[in-house]
């Protein structure tokens, strides 16, 4: 059996509202709020990035996975914001984790997809047999450019899986990727902002990927929707994930749990990672849950995963997802949210 | 701070690595060569408690050059669980919520960068319970 | 050891000398004190200065100013002790007259604060910059950690603290060198801004340029050339932890007492015997615990001590009669030795407005960083 052997997540505490950007903008707060079914996005502080993230995340996992740090053989950190174009955010985590130096160590990017893909690999590696453990994280600090429409959802937050043998949380049942060459999102080296093909980034990109690997995943494990308990799709914003997850067959139950978007945002390569560690908070034993990830460039990765008897005993061991949600929140202005978000020209 | 000292902190800054006397016990943050307690110079590697409470505190409202635009933020000293005690920022929270005596658990953060294009260090901070 | 007297002081105005280099202000400085004492030549120089490296690019300023000044081939050692540079070049200038090793020595302090573009961070290297200034701690802010301990556990009020720069402020004006010479009501002390709550700016010393230099020489040289004769009768140095948080006690400035433990005990003093004393007083805070640890009030009563006037020019132990760091300015070097001038005015009956009425035993107390340094000098006049 491989599976998770801890998870655990981390949400910074600063948020805007919908309302506040929009104001900014001389929009319709209400009807951007229908729109994409978000109210609220989390910020990160002006010390918190990437890494500082991941090392959170990391240690969540680490209360939950009972394990020496130094038993983990790999790190892999996926991100589109690691702080260094050059230099691993990895190398940074397994330090301060006290896995190194007997470590392999990689960054990942594939927009929002580079969390699943630091777990497929992470995964695979165990599985092969080849590691004890492999730590595996998904985080971001997303920038949305100044009026954007992806102003509103481009949040902060990251999720870390360690994979093994043993203390098995949750198995991997199946996995399967569907990817192609599609630019519908991009950032090109050096530029600050991203951009994107608006609703080009919808049926031939999102729904696309995210259906095919859906269904791929199911019928290579001769599933149905209704064997699932949950199921997560990636959360670019609120609308979406509902959607594709209504035409694959899911309920809005299944998918409550880790639609986590409304009031987090999109954390990118944190996304579905995260609303799969919201869903493993509330799982029980034997659940079937299914998370599809998407990054744009294009591609989906879907896990199958089936919940065992330990979730039980380690659920509380770390702080839960929607606990990080709704806590001591504090709400920044558009000014300040464009401080912390270093959107204003300073004088350096 | 150079790359190179950036570096040979990390462990301390990253991981609070200290160091327990062989001789006295007397638990030491940052490592020494000689215990402050009674001169032995033998040590055995230990991590300090990530959980503490507020000593002293101030709210500053005119920063350090490289937090100047991130006032008003908070200094506090901190001792944590085994005695030992840190300086170091109080953040998450609005100022008016600290006081001597709260609880603080230690988080992972950014410290200073140098520039936009310089070396990044991490170390730790305290955020309120 | 013999006995060493003071034969001239000398001192420029305290303030922003924008005109004035490094250079100017220390021979400035130097050549009045020379005159004061009438000597040309002298054995050898001391110069307190904490940082001209970082405020002025500047190392080995000794050599160079000693040069400027146009003492030739003379040994000239630069002295560094944060911001007890000047009281440490006094001890260092005192003990080679007392050994024998030299008769004259210049000992002098000298700070040009105002060509740094950013004097705070200079200053925050007298504090524990790695484990203290990196994480933000300012020097204020170490300071306010102090104060709000001291608050918490004992009482002592907003109000008090305020006393202290009003007392400061009161005594400055009356003192021509002095960087500001105007007053201050309590509530303007109380309402400026909030630098590192709860000291507010007028509750924090300035950043100032100056100089000032003493000469000093066997007692039986002096005697031949000064009426009022005042002797350094004791001298105490001591130092502590350099962060704050590895203080035995944070709301305790344990170098400063037993700096002054050591000074007291070379002169055959106590507290009670001391007429008047300048002490550092960095922050205003720094004033109210540096009187405790000196034995003027007992620990943890200084506030309602300072408040109830007992500090004031007339008062049962006058403190900074001089204006203090605040009132003054505070360049830093240059600061313990403008502190022990003051006590020579007092002891000579040259402290115009602000003379305290037989004054024959006087203190100056100089503190670096938080604390992690302090000496303390005491003079008496012998007639």
């Given at each position: ?14 948020r ?6 929009a104001?900014?903008?001389?929009k ?41 740090p ?30 190194t130096?007997e ?14 893909e ?14 004890k ?38 198995e991997?049942i ?28 919808g049926?031939?990109?999102?729904f ?13 494990a ?72 998407f990054?744009?460039g ?27 949600v ?23 | ?19 327990k ?10 490592k ?6 009674c ?7 230990v ?37 030992v ?16 005596g709260?609880e603080v ?5 950014k ?19 | ?19 004035k ?5 220390f021979?400035?400085?130097a ?20 940082s ?24 000239a ?7 007890a540079?000047?009281?440490i ?25 105002t ?27 170490l ?21 202290v ?20 009501t ?9 630098v ?16 000032a ?17 005042v ?17 035995r ?16 005990s ?21 004033e ?17 001590f300072?408040?109830?006037g ?30 022990a ?30 604390g ?9 006049v012998?007639?």
């Open positions: 059996m491989v599976g998770i052997t801890g998870y655990g997540s981390y949400v910074p505490r600063y805007i509202r919908v309302e506040d950007i104001a900014q903008w001389g319709d707060a209400e009807v951007i709020k229908k729109g994409i079914l978000v109210n609220e996005k989390t910020v990160p502080g002006t010390d918190e990035d990437t890494i500082t993230i991941s090392v959170e995340a990391a240690r969540n996992a680490l209360k939950r996975a009972g394990i020496d130094k038993d983990i053989g790999s790190v892999y950190v996926g991100s589109e914001s690691h702080p260094y174009a050059v230099k691993p955010s990895g190398t940074i985590v397994a330090e301060a984790l006290g896995i130096p470590v392999h160590i990689a960054d990942f990017e594939f927009a929002c997809k580079a969390g699943t630091a777990m497929w690999v992470a995964f695979n590696e165990v599985k092969s047999g080849e590691l453990y492999a730590l595996a994280i998904g985080a971001d600090t997303s920038q949305g450019a100044p009026g954007d429409a992806l102003e509103y959802t481009a949040a902060a937050g990251g999720t870390a899986y360690i994979f093994g043998r043993e203390h098995i949380v949750a991997v199946e996995t399967y990727s569907f990817t192609t060459d599609t630019s519908d999102f991009w950032r090109r080296e050096g530029a600050y902002y991203p951009r994107h093909g608006g609703r080009f980034t049926e031939p990109a999102y696309k990927h995210v259906y095919n690997a859906g269904i791929g995943v199911l019928k290579k001769n599933m149905k929707p209704e064997d699932f308990t949950y199921a997560v799709f990636h959360m670019p914003n609120g609308k979406f994930p509902l959607t594709v997850g209504k035409k694959l067959g899911f309920t809005k139950e299944q998918m409550d749990p880790g639609w986590v978007v409304p009031y987090m945002g999109n954390t990118y390569s944190g996304s579905s990672p995260t609303g799969l560690s919201a869903t493993l908070d509330v799982s029980k034993p034997g659940d079937n849950l299914l998370i599809v990830s990054g744009s294009a591609g989906s990765d879907a896990f199958i995963f089936r919940v065992t008897e330990r979730i039980d005993e380690v659920r509380d061991l770390a702080p839960k997802v929607r606990e990080m709704e806590e001591k929140r504090i709400y920044l202005d558009y000014g300040k949210y464009a401080q912390f978000r270093e959107k204003i020209i300073m004088n350096e | 701070m150079s790359t190179q000292k950036v570096w040979r902190k990390r462990i301390e800054r990253y991981r609070l690595m200290g160091q006397c062989k001789s006295c016990g007397k638990v030491i943050f940052p020494r060569l000689i215990c402050p307690e001169g032995a110079k033998e040590f055995d590697d991590l300090m408690p990530d959980h503490g409470k507020i000593i002293t505190y101030t709210t500053v409202f005119i920063g350090a050059k490289f937090l100047e635009h991130d006032t008003p933020y908070v200094i506090a000293i901190i001792e944590l669980d085994n005695g005690r840190i300086t170091t920022q109080v953040v998450d929270m609005n100022p008016e919520e600290v006081s001597s709260k658990h230690l988080v992972f953060r410290l200073q960068a140098e520039g936009k294009t310089g070396v990044i260090a991490y170390g730790y901070k305290a955020r309120l319970i | 050891m013999r006995d060493v007297g003071i034969l001239g002081v000398g001192l420029t105005r305290f303030k922003e000398h924008w005109d280099s490094l250079r100017d202000l021979v400035e400085a050549i009045k004190a020379l005159e004061d004492a009438k000597v040309r030549k002298i054995d050898s120089m001391y110069v307190g200065s904490m001209s490296g970082l405020f002025n690019n500047q190392e080995h300023i000794a050599p160079l100013l000693a040069d400027y000044l146009g003492a030739k081939n003379i040994p050692v630069r002295v560094e002790s944060a911001c540079s000047g009281g070049a006094l001890r260092q200038g005192f003990m080679e007259v007392a050994s024998g090793l030299s008769d004259t020595v210049l000992v002098s302090g000298v700070e040009k604060m060509d740094c573009e950013d004097p705070t961070s200079a200053l925050a290297a007298a504090a524990d910059v790695e484990n203290e200034a990196y994480f933000g701690a300012t020097f204020p802010a300071y306010a950690l102090i104060a709000r301990a001291h608050m918490d556990r004992y009482g002592t009020t907003r109000e008090q603290l305020a006393f720069s009003v007392k400061s402020h009161k005594n400055g004006a009356k003192n021509p060198d002095a960087q500001f010479q105007r007053e201050f309590l509530d303007a002390v109380m309402n400026s801004v909030m590192a709550d709860p000291l507010t700016l007028l509750e924090c010393s300035p950043i100032t340029d100056g100089a230099a003493i000469i000093l020489a066997p007692i039986e040289i002096v005697k031949t050339m000064k009426s009022k004769v002797k350094i009768i004791g001298s105490g140095v001591a130092s502590d932890t350099i962060a704050l948080h590895s203080r006690d944070i709301v305790s400035l344990d170098a400063v007492r037993i700096a002054g433990e050591r000074a007291y070379m002169a055959g003093k106590k507290p009670e015997d001391i007429d008047v004393c300048e002490v550092h007083d960095c922050f205003a805070i720094a109210l615990v540096c009187i405790e640890e000196l034995g003027f009030v007992e620990k943890g009563k200084s506030g309602k300072t408040e109830e007992n500090t004031e020019i007339g008062g049962k132990i006058p403190i900074n009669t001089s204006g203090g760091l605040k009132a003054k300015g505070h360049p830093v070097g240059a600061s313990g030795i403008a502190q001038i003051e006590i020579y005015k007092q002891l000579t009956g040259n402290a115009g407005e602000r003379q305290v009425q037989d004054a024959k035993i006087g203190m100056s107390q100089n503190m670096g960083g938080t992690a340094s302090s000496v303390v000098h005491i003079m008496e012998v007639e």
